[in-house]
């Protein structure tokens, strides 16, 4: 009798065993579905969630870092055409994304409206040098005249500069160039970014993800509902988020499409690799060559085309003309150094150097909540020049080239790893556990059984 009850209750044993291990499997898709349950709650853009408390206030610090490429042979060039020689100096930091976002306004068809506040604060300990570093760079009022104006009246021009004591190229401070200085020639306040602590960007009216969670941050509206810039529907459309946080459960197998106003179009980023963050396994994104591919190339970029001199009938690689969103300045985006830009950008300014490690745009994106977590958004800005009577030909020159970044302080990167991930951990470490203590005491309760029938089989013949 004392046998059949120790048999009986391995039995029952084995039997609690694999109760045990089943209630882990089944803990699995439960803890999934409470998993994805909380995180889209959290992911909502609405008061009292994590979500809407990174995204109102200022969150993550964002830098921009700015190379400016100085011309080391301004006179050869004015006086015989020569190929302009460039030296990068940088990077030059500034905090640029230190403000909450303005004038936030909830709309009843689950979408929220708000102004983004512009400014910059001078990162000493980030930079090179100061503020008042002096760099030879183009003449943004003398180059921009001498593409705007025709031919027949570059003579005027010609004046304008000889009475002004300007020239094609001038030495200014850092400051002067990026955020302004009185032109003697325009008479008026020029400079890369002027008066950029006074401006904003937007406005802005995104989806808060509220009736469906895939739409979570995606752009309604930037100052409109098309771009207006292109004259054509698919380049003028406006695809994706910002690009600081997508959808969550993000798919590495799809691209990401986020809107940058820097460039005046939506771009996409296609999944690279899978990069340990601070502790944290995040997707690195980055923009494909074919971005800024010409039209050969890239069909879908035929729009985005409309210079035929400048572009050699839609031929050239590398670069976008953005002047119908920048009040018909010749201006032209590409990537630090033309990476991906065609041959002959590269060889007509001496002393660029593309390099994929150095100059690609990428973002790195958590996941599970679909928030970016580090970003590094690298952006060249050109000028086109010619022709004049010296320079024959039609040449972009570069005035400044920066990087915008942003990263996960420690302190941030805790925090994420505390509130979130480490929940998410904890259930997935239960259900795993059940499951092996389940087998655990499954296989030894079987194991026992086997030897207490086998030594009471032994104790019967005997």
């Known amino acids: 009798m004392g046998c059949c009850n120790r048999r009986c ?4 044993g084995a039997v609690v065993g694999v109760l045990v291990a089943i209630l882990g499997g089944i803990l699995i898709p439960v803890g999934d579905n409470i998993i994805k349950g909380t995180v889209k709650q959290e992911a909502v853009i609405e008061p009292g969630t994590t979500a809407y408390e990174n995204w109102a206030a200022a969150g993550v610090k964002v830098y921009r870092q700015f190379w400016l490429f100085e011309v080391m042979n301004p006179l050869e060039v004015l006086d015989y055409g020569a190929a302009p020689v460039v030296i990068e100096r940088g990077p030059y930091t500034y905090m640029t994304r230190y403000l909450a976002k303005d004038n936030v306004t909830f709309h009843e068809n689950d979408t929220v409206s708000f102004l983004l506040p512009n400014g910059a604060i001078f990162e000493p300990s980030m930079s090179v040098g100061t503020e008042e570093d002096n760099i030879t760079s183009l003449n943004l009022a003398v180059a921009g005249a001498y593409s705007v104006v025709p031919p027949e009246l570059h003579i005027l021009i010609d004046k304008m500069i000889y009475s002004t004591n300007s020239s094609l190229f001038q030495r200014r401070t850092v400051k002067e160039l990026l955020w302004g200085y009185n032109d003697p020639i325009l008479k008026q306040f020029v400079g890369f970014f002027p008066d950029y602590n006074k401006t904003y960007d937007g406005y802005y009216n995104v989806f808060t993800g509220k009736d469906d969670i895939t739409k979570v941050g995606q752009i309604d509206m930037w100052r409109q509902s098309s771009l207006g810039f292109w004259n054509d529907t698919y380049c003028d459309m406006i ?5 600081s946080s997508f959808a969550p459960f993000v798919d590495k197998e799809e691209p990401l499409f986020f809107f940058s106003s820097d460039i005046c179009r939506s771009v996409s980023a296609s999944y690279e690799q899978t990069v ?6 995040v997707y690195r994104y980055s923009l494909l060559p074919s971005t800024l591919a010409s039209p050969v190339d890239n069909p ?29 300045q010749p201006i032209y985006i590409s990537l630090p150094h033309f990476l991906h830009g065609s041959e002959s950008l590269v060889k007509d300014v001496l002393g660029l150097n593309p390099n994929e490690e150095h100059h690609k ?3 790195d994106v958590e996941p599970t909540t679909g928030f970016t977590l580090n970003f590094a958004k690298r952006i060249q800005v050109n000028m086109m020049y010619g022709p004049s009577d010296v320079i024959t030909n039609v040449c972009l020159i570069f005035p400044p080239l920066f990087y915008q970044t942003a990263t996960l302080d420690d302190e ?3 925090m994420f790893k505390k509130e979130l ?34 030594s009471h089989n032994q104790s019967k013949v005997a």
């Open 361 to 363: 745009t990428f973002l």
């Open 412 to 414: 941030t990167a805790d």
């Open 9 to 12: 209750g391995l039995i029952a």
């Open 276 to 281: 340990n963050l601070k502790g944290i396994d």
């Open 239 to 243: 695809n994706g988020t910002d690009a």
């Open 421 to 454: 991930l480490s929940r998410i951990q904890m259930l997935e470490t239960a259900e795993y556990s059940l499951i092996g203590v389940g087998a655990a005491i499954f296989l030894m309760c079987i194991i026992a059984y086997l030897i207490v029938r086998k």
């Open 300 to 328: 879908d970029n035929k729009c985005f085309c409309s210079n035929m001199k400048v572009t050699k009938n839609c031929t050239l690689a590398g670069v976008l003309d953005v002047s119908t969103c920048q009040q018909g």
